[in-house]
């Protein structure tokens, strides 16, 4: 009964968002306010039903009621409640419903924080999201639906896969989800802002906050998701340019590119129609992203459930919303050149650079990703695009980007003078590349990669120091707290997400450069040296977890003779599946982490073990968070509710007449 | 409407050209002229005892699986388990076919490596990564030039080829074998074969 009432939900879902999508559109085309008016209900309900079928499918899931198909699939009565819940999204049409939910989310949010713009300009927003949203319900219901009955029912369900049994796949796709979705709300302000002609700095400012907390989804999801590869698919890999992990990492670098683009436009009134097309390409990479894993089109290492039918589908999706959007584009764009004139060294410049350079990454990256694709249906054969593709393209483009990074905030708006800056940064330019080749030379490691890696992470860490030195010296005899009280929040995120990325390759260089691995095996009583550290094996005992049979090793990790941690690596058997997973062990450290992994036991009763030093590995992690947390400073900035309270009365009053 | 802002609409509308095309072929399947016909032969030493050596003949009348495999070859580590597991329940031979062990990885330069260095560094390797994962196989020959893969076609590692009792390859899968997959195709296939011999 209940999975038929969330069913019943969704078609009226449905309903709703097809409300939405036609009534405020035609309402702001023909200024009928009344129509407009539909628009805030319509979305408001909508999120409430399709919410309403969310609960119905975890509920069915929580009850291992295996009648209903997905749970049949996906869920087993042993599993622990978390992986459970877990298993709502764990799967093709699940996740789909977490895809609407989060979108209704996401307008539901637009229609309580965005009381300050214009109606006319809200409802377009609402009607556009309402257009992705019928597409999305549309498609769950017709190819996808997650409560299809199995009659008679199983007795007992074939479990989760066992890869998603974890705490990093719990949060991991809502994450990313809301990230993806997200770029809609941008989307939807672009396109509203394409309709009605107005593209003003007033736009921008109201678009970005939305966009900055749909990247700051959109990283953080990517960070787990990259984290949960290190530690559980048990060979210490952290990112493997997968179509599926390249599919998140595309909307994120066009994303940044567009948070970017906003401030040019909101603070210079320049680039609007380069904006325009940035919010629109970053959310048809969020859409073609979701084509990509869920049709089947290209093989993946975590290919899970796809299906060519639901390629169609989604594929006629695109069309309809990324062709009617740059149809619209190009008749509009036009309009929208001119804005503020800039000379060749400014702060716009460098902006422009990097905005052109992320988005030929993101290219590239598209490229990769398709090009067995492409290869294919022009009847070339078939091959797969690796690693070395995507490294030896991705690090020569983004090189300038990081160097130019720390050089706008040193630039002013308009013009500035090529000495003046020169004559500022080149002090830390010299002193970054003597720290990474001295660095490197240090480390015994000196490779074209890693003396560039420590050079352009010893830049950015030296230039933002002196950003925040001279920031802070500027009100010279004011008291230190009222100096820092009187930066904006706006300042304060940039600072911390361009020193996040500094952090972020000082990860990326060491793990790349200077991780050892040793694999051995060995037997209770053995002791290992690696590393600098005594690893002794104490034994293995099987236990028995809730779903699945462990083998469970204890190895006693020490240092100079005294003991840092105790790690117990798994061999796990998933019981419904009989599914061998290896369960890593790690002692996670700010400077390295140590990670050992089980593997066979070998015919003499051996264990065959795997020790990996992963140096500095915490600090991709920490750099992804400051990148984040600078992004979740930015989008709370001030400014965002200042103008928000100070235009309200105004709308307040417009809504009066 | 100036011609430039259609730019976008164009490059988009050529790739949806290729996704639409795309999802009409299946990127696991593979067009392969070698399909019911006689597997190339071959004689290549084997990984356990190198100065042995191994051929079609020695699996005539069985039906059988031929894994490409390599150590450096991640999706491999993907299918590795499902091999296992079907090796265990003994429902059909496995053999590997251990591809371009150590020229076939990208992080080694091979080029001006002897070919006895080569062999000896790729049966270290490729043994190393059975003890740490598992051998599912009934036993791997090496492929270490990767001429013999030519001959079979090979795209990319993983690939599995389904040769019944004749010597004739029925399928071939490229990308690495799914739990899923293998019971719904594989399986029957194979299932089929074995009645049929």
Known sequence: MIPELGHFALVLALVLALIQAVLPLVGASRNNQSMMAVARPAAQGQFVFVTFAFACLTWAFINSDFSVQLVAVNSNSDTPLMYKITGVWGNHEGSLLLWAMSLSLWTVAVTVFSRHVPQVFLARVLGVLGCISVGFIAFMLVTSNPFDRLLPGAAEGRDLNPLLQDPGMIIHPPLLYMGYVGFSVAFAFAISALLSGRMDAAWARWSRPWTIAAWVFLTAGIMVGSAWAYYELGWGGWWFWDPVENASFMPWLLGTALIHSLAVTEKRGAFRSWTVLLAIGAFSLSLLGTFLVRSGVITSVHAFATDPARGMFILALLVLVIGVSLLLYAWRAPRLTGGGSFGLVSRETTLLGNNVLLAVVSASVLLGTLYPLFLDALNLGKISVGPPYFQAVFVPLMTPVVVLMMFGPYLRWKSDKVGTVVRRLAPAGIASIAIGFGTAFALDHLTWRTVLGLCLAAWVVLASLQLLGGRLRERAGASMSSRLSAIPAAWWGMWTAHFGVGIFIIGVTLVGSIDANLDLRMKAGDQAEFAGYSFSFKGVERIAGPNYDASRATIDLSRDGKPVAVLEPEKRVYRAMGMPMTEAALDIGPFRDVYVSLGEQLPEGDWVVSLHRKPFISWIWAGCILMALGGILAAADRRYRRLAERSAPAGAAQHAV | ?197
Not at chain 2, 96 to 109: T, W
Not at chain 2, 119 to 132: F, K, M, P, V
Not at chain 2, 140 to 169: A, C, H, K, N
């Open chain 2, 1 to 197: 409407m100036k011609a430039k802002f259609l730019v976008p609409l164009f490059l988009f509308l050529l790739l949806i050209g290729f996704l639409g095309f795309g999802l009409t072929l299946n990127p696991r399947e593979v067009p392969s002229p070698l399909i019911d016909k006689p597997a190339p032969d071959f004689s290549l030493a084997r990984l356990d005892q190198p100065e042995q050596r191994f051929g079609l003949e020695q699996m005539r009348g069985q039906v059988w699986l031929l894994n490409v495999w390599a150590s450096w070859c991640v999706a491999c580590r993907q299918e590795h388990p499902v091999l296992v597991k079907l090796a265990r329940s003994g429902v059909v031979p496995i053999v590997g076919l251990n591809y371009k062990e150590v020229r076939g990885d990208g992080e080694i330069d091979a080029r001006g490596m002897a070919l006895e260095t080569e062999t000896a560094q790729a049966i270290e390797r490729a043994r190393d990564w059975l003890t740490r994962h598992g051998n599912p196989y009934q036993l791997s020959v090496m492929d270490i030039d990767g001429r013999v893969g030519i001959d079979f076609g090979v795209y990319g590692v993983p690939e599995t080829f389904l040769i019944d009792q004749q010597g004739r390859i029925r399928y071939k899968q490229i990308g690495p074998v799914t739990a899923e997959n293998l019971e719904q195709v594989l399986m029957p296939k194979i299932k089929e074969l074995q009645r049929a011999g």
